[in-house]
């Protein structure tokens, strides 16, 4: 019978022998023959007319005198994936004595139950090799689905929008690690990626403002701790997890699965976006009054909007795993790597040039003014607006294949504890929880260790503006590496690569020169940020690519933001932590002026008669203010990088890449949850 990949699978009554079966399945034989017993056990196709028995396979003698020879075999070309060949029902002439096949086709197999299952099957994946990366793994379970003869597999195969008998389907893939192009995807696989890149777009508008631009302007009024607690607004990226299976489970039949939450959750990021931007000015300045105390308030607004971005992204990566065809699922890391990109890339580089006066004084304006061409109320107000049209064209243009499946939150929430309790899940947890330790601080800190030494923000907005085209083509070409070779290796060999980028971007900050920022010295931050996004970008896709890959698609958003988040908080958790210490470590002293200034009024604060602690930002903006001089004898920045660089080289050669090679070497089966009666 052939399937969505163009292997045949002969039904038993006409069963070949033994020797050629391999022959007829290259990719799915193995040793044990797991696969083409169950699904044989399950297609028994006879003659309604005639009354056979099928018996177990005890006498081929006494099979042959019962039952009568079989026509030609009958080959149904059925586009779907083998999961739901595999839960096809037996039919109605050997519904009673069906044959019930085990792991050994010796042995019986046990009844199975209804409910959802969370054990995972050992063994090789089905092919020669039992290597992930020789052929993706075909066979898909869900939960809800592990009976045999219950009537929802009949309706999970014949209700899904893309049932088809009469097509032919489409040839066998050769092999998943090939190298192709986008020009070279088909048209329909084509405009889904620009879809899922237009949705990923949309997330890094705001998430590029809270990590990027919004630190940055709040930099000349809050230290590096209270930034620090500003930094828990993008947690809900890192805490998605807890309500993920309830955006795979609840959704509504007209709207489609995952236009459900998209519509709705755009709608409200649009909204938000547009209140805030007509109170952000002075909310950001409630945020600096009273030694920061304003802060945490400050920071639920943003944590609501995240939490908003969070959601959505929950129902965009379940829907990357269906819009984009199986051969080419690896372009879902690349969509998500260039529209986040992208997005970010506005919320942050564009925006802080065009918020910069200097910069607006030099290129746009003949009068000079104290305000930039662009506002963060205005641009917030913009966003907030653009959110909303893409929605109503997403809800007008954008039809999603229909399906009568739908599971209780409870069972997706069943799901999600049976694939913590996989050995291999856990094992990429610990990885993802201790590898992003060593680049910490270099990306916490080092930009605004920069801007603190006299590096301008129109300086900075130009190197990340000149490092976007390189960040959006070297995505593209990491989402072509991790296809053409194993996505694990390439991401042990992007970590050392950004671990060596943490000790250049400190040696670059240790080399400010003295008489400001000079031709040599912006080139060479420029250069220093190239590469510290190039490696990003790579680890990125990488381990993007490889969540794509060993995820499930039944449950593929809960499987996909399980990974997704675990990763994300492997770099949250931390930079909490590192502001804190960058503070802790640093040591410095506010000295009053040898000669006060004889017109007391030109200071902006009271007059500095003693000296005093100015670590933190408010001290030192009260000094500067008094006319004091802040003199810092020790920068707590270069003790925490040197701390985190040094963890990561520890961790990364005595647990991280041992780990991860191990991790990549699996077969897909190690990664799926299957009944319980074929552990």
Not at 490 to 506: D, E, M, S, Y
Request: proline content about 6%; charged content about 15%.
């Amino acid at each position: 019978m052939p399937t969505a990949f163009g292997d045949t699978f002969i039904p038993n009554s006409a069963r070949p022998p033994p020797e050629q079966e391999n022959a007829l399945l290259p990719y799915h034989s193995s040793s044990q023959g797991t696969e083409l017993q169950e699904l044989q056990n399950l297609l028994h196709l006879t003659e309604p007319t005639q009354d056979h028995t099928l018996l177990a396979h005890t006498s081929q003698t006494e099979s042959s005198d019962r039952i009568k020879p079989k026509p030609p075999p009958l080959q149904l070309d059925i586009h779907h994936n083998c999961a739901e060949i595999e839960n096809l029902p037996p039919s109605p002439a050997s519904s009673s004595n069906s044959l019930q096949m085990g792991r050994n086709s010796e042995k019986p197999r046990r009844q199975q139950s209804d409910r959802p299952s969370s054990t995972f099957a050992r063994g090789q994946n089905g092919h020669a090799s039992g290597s992930m990366d020789s052929h993706l793994e075909l066979r898909r379970k869900h939960p809800s689905l592990d009976s045999p003869t219950s009537a929802s597999q009949t309706a999970h195969l014949i209700g899904r929008e893309d049932f088809s008998l009469d097509e032919k389907p489409p040839l066998t893939p050769t092999s998943s690690n090939t190298d192709t192009s986008f020009f070279d995807l088909p048209r329909q696989d084509r405009r889904n990626f620009l879809l899922l890149v237009l949705l990923y777009f949309l997330q890094g508008i705001p998430m590029g403002l809270a990590t990027g631009s919004v630190p940055f302007l709040l930099k000349s009024h809050l230290s590096y701790g209270q930034i620090g607690v500003f930094s828990l607004a993008s947690y809900p990226y890192s805490l998605k997890l807890l309500w993920s299976p309830i955006v795979d489970a609840v959704w509504s039949p007209r709207l489609g699965r995952r236009k459900s939450w998209i519509l709705p959750i755009q709608t409200c990021s649009g909204l938000g976006m547009i209140y805030l931007g007509g109170r952000i000015k002075d909310m950001m300045v409630s945020a600096g009054a009273n030694d920061g105390s304003g802060v945490w308030s400050f920071t639920g607004w943003w944590f609501f909007l995240v939490f908003l971005c969070a959601t959505q992204d929950i129902a965009v990566d379940g829907w990357a795993l269906t819009l984009l065809s199986l051969p080419n699922i690896s372009y879902a890391s690349t969509a998500q790597t260039v529209g986040l990109t992208a997005g970010h890339f506005l919320s942050y580089t564009v925006f802080l040039a065009f918020n910069s006066p200097d910069f607006a004084n030099r290129w746009f304006r003949s009068t000079p003014s104290e305000v930039g061409v662009m506002t963060l109320s205005g641009y917030l107000t913009f966003a907030g607006w653009a959110y909303l049209i893409v929605t109503a064209g997403l809800a007008m243009l954008k039809r999603e294949e229909k399906t009568k499946e739908k599971d209780s939150v409870m069972e997706v929430y069943r799901s999600m504890f049976g694939i913590l309790k996989l050995k291999n899940v856990q094992s990429i947890i610990i990885v993802h929880l201790i590898a992003k330790i060593g680049f910490q601080a270099n990306d916490a800190v080092t930009n605004l260790k920069l801007l603190d030494k006299g590096f301008s923000q129109e300086d900075l907005a130009l190197t990340v503006l000149i490092d976007f085209p390189f960040e959006i083509s070297l995505g593209y070409y990491a989402g072509r590496w991790s296809t053409a070779y194993p996505a694990m290796h390439v991401w042990c060999w992007a970590f050392i690569g950004r671990l060596i980028a943490a000790v250049i971007a400190q040696g670059v900050v240790m080399i400010f020169p003295k008489d400001g920022v000079q031709t040599w010295y912006l080139l060479t931050v420029i250069m220093s940020h190239i590469f510290s996004t190039f490696t990003n970008t790579v680890m990125f896709v990488a381990i993007s690519a490889f969540h794509a890959k060993i995820s499930d698609p039944l449950i593929g958003g809960t499987y996909m933001t399980l990974l997704a988040t675990v990763s994300n908080l492997g770099g949250t958790f931390p930079r909490f932590f590192i502001l804190k210490l960058v503070d802790y470590f640093t040591l410095a002293t506010c000295h009053p002026p040898t000669e006060p200034p004889k017109d007391l009024s030109t200071l902006k604060g009271d007059l500095i008669t003693t000296p005093f602690s100015c670590a933190l930002e408010a001290q030192k903006h009260r000094c500067l203010d008094g006319a004091g001089s802040c003199d810092i004898y020790r920068d707590g920045y270069y003790i925490t990088n040197v701390i985190c660089v040094v963890i990561g080289v520890v961790t990364f050669w005595g647990y991280i890449r041992p780990a991860a090679m191990k991790l990549q070497g699996l077969p897909l089966r190690a990664w799926r949850l299957v009944g319980p009666d074929e552990t």
